[in-house]
């Protein structure tokens, strides 16, 4: 199929709930959805570049610049009939990984929809509904986040992700664990400690907990293999992990037993399929994390959770955890055993909704 068009949408979306992280407080999200045409069909993708550097140098600003200066110029015209040919036609690219995705998954959007496939047919997806979770961000008091938890608990979430940070660890998972002593939990520190806190860390081993994700620095391996040796718990890594590479050197050195695949992160589907192959090989479990994706994201997300080696809940929660309004639909709910249903349609399997688009876009370009 000949690349004719790509347009850029920036939305913004408000979240259901004030989203908050050891890097911040957020109350809306943005995000860039690109689209594909070639002849009559589109392809959608969803760049989940933050409104700031904070999780990744990436911004919607420089992704916007990227796209639009480097990677869309690099595919417009092309002949593309496998979406493996895309990554390639990228490579002169450093970094930016979350532009880079967008783009691609777009292609594989498109692509699935011309061959009538769905998205994880394409990937290889061994099951049809994936073991999901709920990412629960810092709140103001302890009382409000159980009450958080409770109501998660109460939609029939049986695996809970808290995010901590120093000042707000411990004893958070502590009354957690007394509270839902049999709940599947796990933690988030986004960075926000040093090997200088690894007897804090150690006291969460008290707590069963099936992770601790990312508790050192963002770029960091060589002390996370450190840290590892000092805790029961599994370290799992996400974001020191940008591509199989990544992975391989990370599991080589003992840096972390589990990876968190985000699709955004390491550069689009081509790359986290790689990453799932590399640790199914090595017996070590991934999941698929989130960035809080509108529909479109989210369907892709599934899409890959329904790889053989995603073993573990991902953090694909139902539509209306993030947002009243998606730009895309249908909404995606929860099943009764903490499942969510893969789309089984063509391509991603979700259709934009060009009225809420409309609603949610502060930008639009078009190329080509
Ligand atoms: O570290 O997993 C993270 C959201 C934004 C940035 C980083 C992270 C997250 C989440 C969201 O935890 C999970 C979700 O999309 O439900
Ligand atoms: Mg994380």
Not at 117 to 136: D, E, F, K, Q
Not at 243 to 259: F, K, M, N, T, V
Request: charged share 20%; net charge negative.
């Amino acid at each position: 199929m000949r690349i004719q068009q790509i347009h850029l949408h920036h939305i913004r979306l408000p979240y259901v709930h004030p989203f908050e992280t050891s890097f911040g407080r957020e109350l809306s999200r943005e995000a860039i959805l690109v689209a594909v045409e070639s002849d009559d069909l589109t392809g959608w993708g969803e760049c989940v570049s933050g409104s700031g550097p904070w999780y990744s140098y990436e911004t919607i600003g420089t992704a916007w610049h990227v796209l639009a200066d480097f990677l869309a110029p690099a595919l417009l015209g092309q002949e593309i009939s496998q979406p493996e040919q895309v990554a390639p036609r990228f490579s002169r690219v450093r970094g930016h990984a979350m532009a880079r995705a967008a783009l691609e998954n777009a292609v594989w959007d498109l692509l699935g929809r011309a061959q009538g496939v769905s998205l994880a047919t394409m990937l290889g997806g061994a099951r049809n509904a994936v073991p999901v979770g709920v990412s629960v961000g810092i709140e103001p008091t302890l009382d409000e986040l159980l009450a958080q938890v409770e109501g998660y608990v109460a939609a029939g979430y049986a695996r809970v992700k808290l995010k901590i940070k120093p000042g707000w660890d411990v004893q958070v998972v502590r009354a957690v664990r007394e509270r839902w002593p049999q709940l599947a939990l796990q933690v988030d520190a986004n960075s926000a400690y040093t090997l200088a806190d690894a007897a804090r860390l150690a006291e969460l081993d008290a707590f069963d907990l099936l992770l601790i994700e990312q508790p050192l620095h963002h770029d960091d391996m060589v002390d996370h293999a450190v840290l590892q040796r000092r805790l029961r718990t599994p370290i799992c890594l996400d974001e020191s992990i940008h591509s199989p590479e990544h992975a391989r050197w990370a599991l080589d050195i003992g840096a972390c037993q589990i990876i968190n695949i985000k699709v955004g992160r390491v550069g689009g589907f081509t790359a986290a399929k790689a990453i799932h192959d590399l640790c199914m090989a090595r017996g070590a479990p991934v999941w698929c994390g989130g960035m809080l994706e509108t529909n479109i994201g989210r369907a892709g997300n599934l899409a890959l959770a329904a790889l053989a080696n995603f073993t573990l809940p991902g953090d694909i929660s139902a539509s209306a955890r993030y947002f009243h309004h998606d730009v895309a639909a249908p909404d995606f709910t929860l099943n009764a055993d903490s499942t969510i249903s893969v789309p089984e349609g063509p391509g991603a399997g979700v259709e934009i909704l060009p009225e809420r688009l409309a609603a949610a876009r502060l930008r639009h370009l078009a190329l080509g």
